[in-house]
T-cell receptor
């Protein structure tokens, strides 16, 4: 079974802190994704990566950056956390570059910025 | 524009009732894929089904069935004899061959929260 692991289920941070959300997948997938999920807005894509050291902006990249130094790990970085970044963050991975690929998700990190 | 609409924000049913979750999509592409995911209270999105644009056959898996109709751009999901364990948020999603050069990205609907009461 595919396993996507997010390092924390819950995080509480203060405004202005630098925040790292970590995601690891164990299926040698090329593609990894970061989404945020907010009530009434569904899932919105923040960043994605199709290869090591490669990254592409999604629909809402402002205020975020990412890092992919190893194929299995994709990190989301909030350089200076703000209260409007309080949200549920979901990581996903998939194999190959094709529209038919199934994305597999982690359990999510619920981040609160105070 | 590429878009997925799930008009039902929340649905509440009593156990053993049948329930249909609606999904309407928009795309100019002729080749695309539609997905349904389930998000239980634990938070992880679980893949349920994938359907490509050339296959309009309906599918049944146990109590779950899916009705794909290209003529109405809909991909509806029916749960027969619902159970409390079906309580979750359900997402419909679309992917297509050319999305700014990023094949495989998903466009999600906003989700439908299903509550099944005993």
């Amino acid at each position: 079974d595919v396993k996507v692991t997010q390092s924390s289920r819950y995080l509480v941070k203060r405004t202005g802190e630098k925040v790292f959300l970590e995601c690891v997948q164990d299926m040698d997938h090329e593609n990894m994704f970061w989404y945020r999920q907010d009530p009434g807005l569904g899932l919105r894509l923040i960043y994605f990566s199709y290869d090591v050291k490669m990254k592409e902006k999604g629909d809402i990249p402002e205020g975020y950056s990412v890092s992919r130094e190893k194929k299995e790990r994709f990190s989301l970085i909030l350089e200076s956390a703000s209260t409007n970044q309080t949200s549920m963050y979901l990581c996903a991975s998939s194999f190959g570059v094709s529209a038919k690929n199934i994305q597999y998700f982690g359990a999510g990190t619920r981040l609160s910025v105070l | 524009a590429q878009k997925v609409t799930q008009a039902q924000t929340e649905i509440s049913v009593v156990e053993k009732e049948d329930v249909t979750l609606d999904c309407v999509y928009e795309t100019r592409d002729t080749t695309y894929y539609l997905f349904w995911y389930k998000q239980p209270p634990s938070g992880e999105l679980v893949f349920l089904i994938r359907r490509n644009s050339f296959d309009e056959q309906n599918e049944i898996s146990g109590r779950y069935s899916w009705n794909f109709q290209k003529s109405t751009s809909s991909f509806n999901f029916t749960i027969t004899a619902s159970q409390v364990v079906d309580s979750a948020v359900y997402f419909c999603a679309l992917s297509f061959m050319n999305y700014g050069g990023s094949q495989g990205n998903l466009i999600f609907g906003k989700g439908t929260k299903l509550s099944v009461k005993p």
